[in-house]
């Protein structure tokens, strides 16, 4: 019962608080036990702009709203300090994501992006910032319709806080900033259950640095084996298997969009980035100077990497993927402070264009030496551990590669559309588990 009333996810970790069901029973999204739609569409039409309320909304007293401006240096270290020491912890709170101020600024500033969607409150007195919401544009398609959508992330409210009600006030302002530019869908991402989930996918992890993991209680040694055993069995190779693997460059991003493009159509839910949103997805976070500058294998602030795959032959990109870097918190650890997590991003292959690719394990066996590469790079930059969801093609590659079931879920969740549910950690309407959901959220 306290999975439906959304005060506890299915596994509970990550949990982004996003208000109790009385707020979600008044907002044009799916209610539970509703069945699914006869037909895709939005539940309340686009409004004129003139027909949109004008003024924000009111906050209580001692607050007031502040557009963030992520440009500004302070302004970034401020939303960093905020989701540093507020924002999604694990049950235990053991763990706590540690946004840089680099991964905030890719995150929060693709192409097209709008300032005042980036919502915060501050406190009126000493203009402290105690609370925070964020909306990037995004072209989504779900099934046959592709609209434009808002993708809602961090909602964050301060700890001593929390009994304010603030979180309901933060959404409502940021929708109402959103249909104000004319955008009246939105994505979002919870750990907990409130009406309702389109898709809910797991979290696998790939265990790299076995002996700081078990420090830190993030895993443990089974009982019939030994650590050093477990470190032997969970050795990542240091030998590529993918020829004309490389880090991806700005003159390949044509051919990557084109990849990308066609790719996703595979998916029930994807974006659809045009040729500078993919220059940003997974150029633009590469970080300062050389490799080696930021630490072993990574440049100085990196956030995403980004490899393809060049065809020597014929110099075509017939491969790439992507993963960026999320560290943790170790809370109340001297010794490993920082959890260093890497989480695999977009990825795609022209291998699932060939006839009968998936039928005959071929598409399968690309992926484990593909996105196997990928595990070795992120292991050179001295990632702990490699994170990943049931979506896209994971599901039939992650326990060959020796990831984990995690106890951690993710709900993914459309605001003002209904569709039927999507396939993503079990197979929905005859279609195989993660082919419902190419979506990526950060």
């Known amino acids: 019962m306290d999975v439906v009333k959304g005060k506890a996810g299915l ?176 994505i979002y991402t919870a750990g907990v259950v409130i009406p309702t989930p389109v898709s809910v996918c797991r979290y696998y992890h790939r265990l790299l640095n076995i002996p700081k993991l078990v420090d830190i209680k993030f895993c443990f040694v089974p009982r019939n084996m030994t650590l050093a055993r477990m470190i032997r069995i969970n050795k990542v190779s240091s030998n590529y298997t993918t020829v004309g693997l490389r880090e991806m460059e700005e003159r390949d991003a044509l051919q990557v969009a084109n990849l990308f493009t066609r790719f996703m159509k595979r998916f029930d839910m994807s974006p659809i980035f045009n040729l500078a949103e993919i220059k940003h997805q997974f150029l633009s976070g590469i970080g300062r100077g050389n490799i080696g500058d930021g630490g072993l294998g990574r440049r100085d602030g990196q956030v995403t990497w ?50 009968g690719a998936e039928e005959s394990g071929l598409l399968k066996k690309r992926f484990e030496s593909v996105i196997g590469d990928a595990l070795i790079v992120a292991n050179e930059a001295n990632f702990d551990v490699f994170n990943a969801l049931t979506l896209m093609d994971n599901v039939p590659i992650l326990q060959d590669l020796k990831f984990g079931v995690g106890d951690g879920i993710l709900n993914f969740y459309l605001y003002n559309w209904r569709t039927a549910p999507l396939a993503g950690m079990n197979s929905e309407g005859g279609v195989s588990p993660g082919k419902g959901v190419g979506v990526v959220m950060l």
């Open 306 to 355: 980004t490899y393809v795959v060049e065809d020597p032959g014929t110099n075509r990109i017939t491969d790439f993927f992507s993963f960026y870097s999320l560290p943790s918190t170790v809370i109340g650890n001297t010794k490993n402070p920082v959890l260093e997590a890497a989480y695999l991003f977009y990825y795609a292959s022209e291998t699932a264009f060939e006839k």
């Open 11 to 186: 596994g509970g970790v990550n949990k982004k608080n996003l208000g109790e069901h009385k707020f979600w029973a008044t907002q044009p999204v799916p209610q539970l036990g509703e069945g699914p739609p006869l037909d895709d569409g939005y539940i309340e039409p686009s409004r004129p702009r003139e027909a949109v309320r004008q003024e924000p909304y009111p906050l209580p007293k001692d607050f007031e709203w502040s557009m963030l401006d992520i440009d500004d240096p302070q302004q970034i270290k401020e939303v960093y300090d905020l989701l540093s020491l507020n924002y999604v912890e694990d049950d235990d709170a053991s763990f706590r994501f540690q946004y840089s101020s680099e991964f905030l600024e890719w995150a929060l500033k693709p192409p097209g992006y709008h300032k005042e969607w980036h919502v915060g409150v501050r406190v009126s007195s000493n203009k402290k910032l105690v609370a925070f919401i964020s909306g990037v544009p995004m072209t989504l398609r779900v099934r046959g319709n592709t609209f434009s959508v808002s993708e809602i992330n961090y909602l964050c409210v301060h700890k001593k806080l929390r009994s304010k009600r603030l979180a309901p006030v933060l959404i409502k302002e940021v929708t109402r900033q959103v249909h104000l530019k004319g955008t009246f869908q939105a």
